[in-house]
């Protein structure tokens, strides 16, 4: 990593630390978003499907008379075949104006990170490294922070504004 992307990869750690993530498990994994963009959290119901949308959108859901495109994380990163069951919910976000939904396997908690319990972000190749904001260390566990309005608002996730529209 050059000396210019460490230092911008420690601001934004910077600005990151103090916030609550919201840490949710998909697979062995744990992650965490900004628990700001959080609206709520449902459990899993069956989607209509929305015909040639990508395989990681799920499909639509009525959420009090709005139609809300839904996305499956465990799809969306590849991370092996879905599975539903009681612990999977789906968390409804608040980004940018929109409402949208993330299947995710399980939520654990509410987590407050402090600036020495952030990391930046190796870079690897293989994960979008634009929405991987740092890693949380708390104790025994890793939070994946996730810039979940990046990775919502990104080009390939453009399709769901055509889908709620």
Excluded at 63 to 73: E, N
Aim: charged share 20%; with cysteine; aromatic share 6%.
């Amino acid at each position: 990593m050059s000396y210019t992307t460490q230092t911008q990869a420690q601001a934004g750690i910077g600005e990151i630390a103090g916030k609550e993530f919201l840490a949710f498990t998909l697979g062995q994994e744990e992650y965490g978003i900004d628990i700001l963009r959080v609206q709520e959290i449902r459990g899993y119901e069956p989607v209509t499907r929305i015909a040639n949308a990508p395989d990681f959108i799920k499909g639509v859901v009525n959420l009090r008379g709005i139609i809300v495109p839904v996305v499956d994380m465990r799809i969306k990163f590849s991370l092996g075949t879905p599975t539903y069951d009681q612990f999977t919910v789906v968390i409804i976000l608040n980004i940018g104006g929109r409402v949208m939904g993330m299947v995710v396997d399980s939520v654990s908690d509410v987590t407050t990170l402090s600036p020495n319990q952030v990391r930046p972000a190796p870079e690897m190749g293989t994960f979008d490294s634009d929405c991987l904001i740092g890693l949380g260390t708390l104790d025994e566990r890793m939070l994946i922070l996730v810039d979940i309005e990046k990775l919502m608002s990104s080009s390939e996730m453009g399709l769901m504004e055509k889908i709620a529209a």
